[in-house]
């Protein structure tokens, strides 16, 4: 079965220090790979994707994230955090084969002054 | 660009009326457009897909004649949640898609819906 994995439900950073948001798949072929950002009774911005290519991929924000075949991980990363960047985070996966979206479950990302 | 509208923002009614949902992609056609629910504190759960001009695609346990899906144009979808009860309350969010599964999909703003 298809399916995105997001171990920690909550992340915790002070500001201005580096923060890491994990994502884990298993999806058959060469996944597409996606992040977004939802804040409270808003819908999913889109932030960034892995095609192919370049294994760093920067998106909005300041964010970046980097896909590791091997892993089979799609981590998304800031260099410095900042108090508006606190929301919940989901990664998701798609292929060619499949017309939608396997969604983890979410992460809240907490970043204190 | 790739806006996604969604209207209305908040519904609260009373059990066993209808409610309408739309969803617009108000800068690009989206071939392919996406009804999700959330509930609280968890993910979004994909209840149906809809291509234009076609019937829609239901996710298992989705009961069909309970969430009716128009997708009448490429640039509008619309859900109506049929007799609706407070099981039904929920935050229920669009997406629209131009292209293939390697474009991202662009989120509406969802709606939240109160069945009193």
């Known amino acids: 079965a298809q399916s995105v994995a997001q171990p920690e439900d909550q992340v915790n950073v002070a500001e201005g220090n580096p923060l890491t948001v994990k994502c884990t798949y298993s999806v058959s072929g060469n996944p597409y790979l996606f992040w977004y950002v939802q804040y409270p009774n808003r819908g999913l911005q889109f932030l960034l994707k892995?095609?192919?290519?370049?294994?760093l991929v920067k998106g909005s924000y300041g964010f970046e994230a980097e896909f590791n075949k091997s892993q089979t991980s799609f981590h998304l990363k800031k260099p410095s955090a900042l108090v508006s960047d606190s929301a919940l985070y989901f990664c998701a996966a798609a292929t060619a084969n499949f017309n939608k979206f396997y969604f983890g479950s979410g992460t809240k990302l907490n970043v204190k002054p | 660009g790739a806006v996604v509208s969604q209207h209305p923002s908040r519904v609260i009614c009373k059990s066993g009326t209808s409610v309408k949902i739309e969803c617009r992609s108000l800068d690009f056609q989206a071939t392919t457009m996406f009804w999700y629910r959330q509930f609280p504190k968890q993910s979004l759960m994909l209840m149906a897909t809809s291509n234009e001009g076609s019937k829609a695609t239901y996710e298992q346990g989705v009961e069909k004649d309970k969430f009716l899906i128009n997708h009448a144009s490429l640039t509008l979808s619309t859900l109506t949640v049929t007799s609706a009860h407070p099981e039904d309350s929920s935050f229920y969010i669009c997406s629209a898609r131009l292209g293939s599964s390697n474009q991202p999909q662009h989120f509406g703003d969802g709606t939240r819906l109160s069945i009193l």
């Open positions: 892995y095609i192919t290519g370049d294994n």
